[in-house]
């Protein structure tokens, strides 16, 4: 798990985010946030320095924020809201989170464990949203991450979700801005069902405000 999300320098066995570099939430985060129920949980996924956290906490969502590095958690240990979980999902150990804990939002930024993706719907309760923003392939011509260890394939993502969520919005390219990086990013939600229903196909319609 990358756990060194806002340490300067960038190597592929620790990459940063193409939004990084302060303490100011990802754009891509922030603008699909509204989305997230008001006062719902939030699981921050690899969550290094805590932007993320502090950043929902600070809109009266109770965050829970998983990563391997103690010297990191420690640093939200005094956040209202905040509670921290020292755990490393790539050890093969138990998942750290009671079984049956689930979330009003899924964040995952500068983070890729495969393992991982096709379980991240299953922390989502009814209605909940999945932000996630990586690098993606392409960023290899660029400089660091270049492994494809770190690096979305095109539509990985979307095949991630697919049949589990639904896509709110989706995006794979090229950003200038803060600093030139291939990105891919999602916002997906996890239908509603009706009583009785099991198919994503029963669910009932949701809105979704793409305006913000």
Same mark, same amino acid.
């Given at each position: ?5 806002d340490?300067?320098g %960038?190597?592929?066995s ?9 303490s100011e ?6 603008r699909?946030?509204?989305?997230v129920a008001p006062?719902g ?8 320095s ?5 950043w ?10 998983i990563?391997?590095?103690?010297p990191?958690?420690?640093a939200?240990a005094?956040i209202d809201g905040?509670h921290t ?5 790539e050890d093969g150990?138990?998942w750290?989170?009671?079984?049956a804990q689930?979330?009003?939002a899924v964040v995952?930024t ?5 393992p991982l ?5 299953q922390?989502l309760?009814?209605?909940? %949203?999945l932000?996630?923003e990586t ?7 660029l400089?660091?991450?270049s492994?494809?260890a770190?690096?979305l394939?095109?539509?990985?993502l979307l ?8 896509v709110?919005?989706?995006? #794979?390219g090229?950003v200038a801005?803060p600093r ?12 509603v069902?009706p009583?009785?229903?099991?198919? %994503?196909?029963?669910a009932?319609?949701?809105?979704? #405000?793409?305006?913000g």
């Amino acid at each position: 798990m990358s756990a060194t999300h806002d340490i300067p320098g %960038i190597h592929d066995s620790a990459p940063r985010s193409p939004n990084e570099g302060g303490s100011e939430p990802s754009p891509w985060i922030a603008r699909w946030s509204h989305l997230v129920a008001p006062g719902g949980a939030v699981l921050d996924i690899a969550a290094g320095s805590g932007r993320h956290a502090r950043w929902f906490a600070s809109r009266g969502h109770p965050v829970v924020a998983i990563d391997r590095a103690q010297p990191a958690l420690a640093a939200l240990a005094s956040i209202d809201g905040v509670h921290t979980v020292c755990a490393d999902l790539e050890d093969g150990s138990a998942w750290p989170l009671p079984p049956a804990q689930r979330f009003s939002a899924v964040v995952v930024t500068n983070y890729l464990y495969r393992p991982l993706l096709p379980r991240l719907a299953q922390w989502l309760a009814p209605g909940g %949203i999945l932000l996630y923003e990586t690098f993606a392939r392409g960023n290899e011509t660029l400089g660091k991450p270049s492994n494809p260890a770190f690096l979305l394939a095109p539509g990985e993502l979307l095949e991630a979700v697919h049949g589990q969520l639904t896509v709110v919005a989706y995006e #794979d390219g090229y950003v200038a801005l803060p600093r030139p990086a291939f990105v891919q990013r999602i916002c997906a939600a996890l239908p509603v069902l009706p009583r009785g229903e099991s198919a %994503i196909e029963g669910a009932a319609l949701a809105r979704y #405000d793409l305006g913000g």
